[in-house]
């Protein structure tokens, strides 16, 4: 059974059910998530906070479309995160962005950790 605490963090049922019950698609996307986040080969800058200033543009679309991935995946606090990361973006002020991207590494280590409790071998 899965504890609420882990279902906060990702909700490994939920992000099946999203997937149309394929966990192949799910794992997919959660890797995705976290390539979107980081891997700026793949459209990932948002961990990185010294990106902010120079790629605005470039670091709002990524929070936008990274929104809609945790969504998707179920991953509750990183999208709570990441819409308030656009919204920061949106409203112009950096130094809000930063400070919410600042929290990004320690909600990725949170679903990750959440992973392990909840068996998933997408990591």
Do not use: N
């Amino acid at each position: 059974m899965i504890t609420a605490a882990i279902t906060t963090v990702y909700d490994p049922d939920l992000a099946l059910a999203r997937a149309g019950g394929r966990a192949d698609v799910r794992d997919r996307m959660l890797i995705g998530l976290l390539d979107l986040l980081d891997d700026p080969a793949r459209g990932g800058r948002l961990l990185d906070v010294q990106r902010y200033g120079s790629e605005t543009a470039a670091c709002q679309e990524a929070a936008r479309g990274a929104v809609g991935v945790a969504r998707q995946v179920a991953t509750p606090q990183l999208e709570a995160l990441l819409r308030a990361l656009e919204a920061a973006f949106e409203a112009g002020d950096l130094a809000a962005a930063e400070r919410v991207g600042r929290r990004l590494p320690a909600a990725v280590e949170a679903v990750c950790a959440a992973l392990g409790a909840a068996g998933s071998s997408a990591l």
